[in-house]
T-cell receptor, first 116, second 114 residues
Framework: DSGVTQTPKHLITATGQRVTLRCSPRSGDLSVYWYQQSLDQGLQFLIQYYNGEERAKGNILERFSAQQFPDLHSELNLSSLELGDSALYFC???????????????FGAGSRLTVL | AQSVAQPEDQVNVAEGNPLTVKCTYSVSGNPYLFWYVQYPNRGLQFLLKYITGDNLVKGSYGFEAEFNKSQTSFHLKKPSALVSDSALYFCAVRVIGQGGKLIFGQGTELSVKP
């Protein structure tokens, strides 16, 4: 157990629907990162939050949004889902967002999303 | 733009033989480099990192990596492979000035046969 908790582990939904993925970072970690892993795109960085504020943005679609709450958990919202959104979504956390505190990311086990 | 490349999709090694998983990088400035491993149906696990100092970095499970600045490489190595080392290995570079995010390579599937 890495200490990073992601729910749900598996999710099957239909095109056009909206889902929310949840992440609880490791105790003491203030920074949360979201990644998407698919066979054709590999591991793609989506977005990073640090202590509730957005820190960096990657290849995140406009249909996707995220936030980090005061208790430091984070949610990734995926809407108007398409078949191509089927992927494994990982959350990772680190102590800080820069310097030594950002150097090691601890990953959760992932949420597998299947869009039918 | 900062990036990493893993030129081999798959590496096959016999148990007991040395293994090498290759990674090259492209960064502006000093590189912060990492190796992660992913076992089936699991998240990524940190193996080792290079920030500064000795070019040979030792990590978890007997793995080590050699940083070579002139060749812009950061190859992962292990002197004697185990069947249990079979997994997907990712090289990553930290993007300076953009928080702590890591950019990952495409991954290399390591298969160790008995």
């Amino acid at each position: 157990d890495s200490g990073v908790t992601q729910t749900p582990k598996h999710l099957i939904t239909a095109t056009g629907q909206r889902v929310t993925l949840r992440c609880s970072p490791r105790s003491g970690d203030l920074s949360v990162y979201w990644y998407q892993q698919s066979l054709d795109q590999g591991l793609q960085f989506l977005i990073q939050y640090y202590n509730g504020e957005e820190r960096a943005k990657g290849n995140i679609l406009e249909r996707f949004s995220a936030q980090q709450f005061p208790d430091l958990h984070s949610e990734l919202n995926l809407s108007s889902l398409e078949l191509g959104d089927s992927a494994l979504y990982f959350c990772a956390s680190s102590v800080g967002d820069r310097g030594l505190g950002a150097n090691v990311l601890t990953f959760g086990a992932g949420s597998r999303l299947t869009v039918l | 733009a900062q990036s990493v490349a893993q030129p081999e999709d798959q590496v096959n090694v016999a148990e007991g033989n040395p293994l090498t998983v290759k990674c090259t990088y492209s960064v502006s400035g000093n590189p912060y480099l990492f190796w992660y491993v992913q076992y089936p149906n699991r998240g990524l696990q940190f193996l080792l990192k290079y920030i500064t100092g000795d070019n040979l970095v030792k990590g978890s499970y007997g793995f080590e990596a050699e940083f070579n600045k002139s060749q812009t490489s950061f190859h992962l190595k292990k002197p004697s492979a185990l069947v249990s080392d079979s997994a997907l290995y990712f090289c990553a570079v930290r993007v300076i000035g953009q928080g702590g995010k890591l950019i990952f390579g495409q991954g290399t599937e390591l298969s160790v046969k008995p």
